[in-house]
């Protein structure tokens, strides 16, 4: 079996172009422009390539973009005070502390004073709450963009076992709850677990987010199998620098029925669904109707 190649690029093309078809209709009739704040401490060349990229999306989507650049010594009463303005500021829809922040700042007491209603990560505990027990919520871009890929190609996923590889906050444990909400028999595998392969086999949605290059093999892939895989990681091959996911794609894609590559899969998703999560927000601050397909 040769797997289908799930097109994350082009399925996030269409998510951001029904985002800026909202937008604009937003601006036409209400006079009403949603606003994306990302705050970014110090210099991680990385976090200045995501915020730059989120910047330019969002702008491209027809929307505010606000960029708050704080020195890596910045304070913790500096960078509370400046999430406290956002929090205030009614142009400002949603706001994204962009993580890892540096060390001498705790990432949860910033993201817990982001209000909820505008926290377009969905790390904020009343969020994480919110999802957790099935009711409305802000959720985590990277999941929502793999649960979007997921009913695109299934459509109903009830009833279909699904195994998450993986347990944080960020990825593994919303991706989890969403797959619950959908109906999934539910298994959160993680470093600990006894016989990955057997278990990874008893799935029929396969979600990868480990951050360990290739570490899931076609061995422990159920023939017909949905993979979704959410790793990035950088390997040397033949001397070049190369993203690679945590499958293995090549034996994978032989055994499974449908697969994301990376690059182009999971990937793109994470930033069209922090822009279809700063619309959300601004709809559901203005009490207007939310746009369709584009929440949990
Ligand atoms: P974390 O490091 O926070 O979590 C990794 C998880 O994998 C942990 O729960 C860990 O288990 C588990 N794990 C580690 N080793 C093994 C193993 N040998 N067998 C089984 N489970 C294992 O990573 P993230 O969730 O933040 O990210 C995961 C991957 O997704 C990374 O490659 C990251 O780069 C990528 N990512 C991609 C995004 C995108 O936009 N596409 C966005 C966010 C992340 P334990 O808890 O027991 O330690």
Do not use: W
């Not at 949603?34 to 991680?44: N, S, T």
């Not at 794609?249 to 922090?274: E, F, H, K, R």
Request: proline residues 5%.
């Amino acid at each position: 079996m040769t797997a289908t190649v799930i097109d994350g690029k082009a399925f996030a093309a269409r998510v951001r172009a029904q985002v800026a078809a909202h937008v604009a209709r937003l601006r036409d009739e209400h006079g009403l422009v949603p606003g994306l704040a990302v705050v970014l401490v110090g210099e991680d060349p990385a976090s200045q390539v995501y915020v730059r990229n989120k910047g330019t999306q969002t702008v491209e989507a027809g929307m505010q973009s606000f960029e708050h650049k704080l020195p890596a010594d910045t304070s913790e009463a500096d960078l509370l005070a400046l999430i406290a303005e956002l929090n205030a500021d009614p142009a400002v829809h949603g706001i994204l502390v962009q993580l890892p922040l540096p060390k001498h700042l705790d990432s949860d007491l910033a993201i817990n004073a982001i209000d909820p209603a505008k926290d377009v990560d969905g790390f904020h505990i009343s969020n994480v709450g919110l999802l957790g027990t099935g009711q409305k919520a802000m959720v985590p871009c990277t999941p929502l963009g793999c649960l979007m890929l997921l009913r695109d190609h299934h459509g109903s996923l009830a009833g279909l076992n699904a195994v998450v590889v993986g347990r944080s906050n960020i990825v593994g444990k919303p991706m989890a709850q969403l797959l619950l909400g959908d109906s999934c028999t539910v298994t959160i595998a993680h470093s600990r677990t006894k016989d990955l392969g057997a278990v990874c086999r008893g799935a029929d949605i396969l979600v990868a987010a480990v951050g360990r290059a290739e570490m899931i093999t076609g061995d422990m892939v159920r023939p017909g199998a949905t993979v979704i895989d959410v790793g990035i990681n950088r390997v040397e091959r033949n001397g070049k620098l190369r993203l690679v996911g945590d499958v293995d794609y090549a034996s994978a894609a032989a055994v499974a029925g449908a697969i994301t590559p990376v690059p182009g899969g999971v990937g793109p998703m994470t930033i069209a669904c922090l822009l279809a999560n700063t619309l959300t927000a601004c709809c559901r601050a203005k009490g207007l109707p939310e746009p369709d397909g584009l929440t949990a």
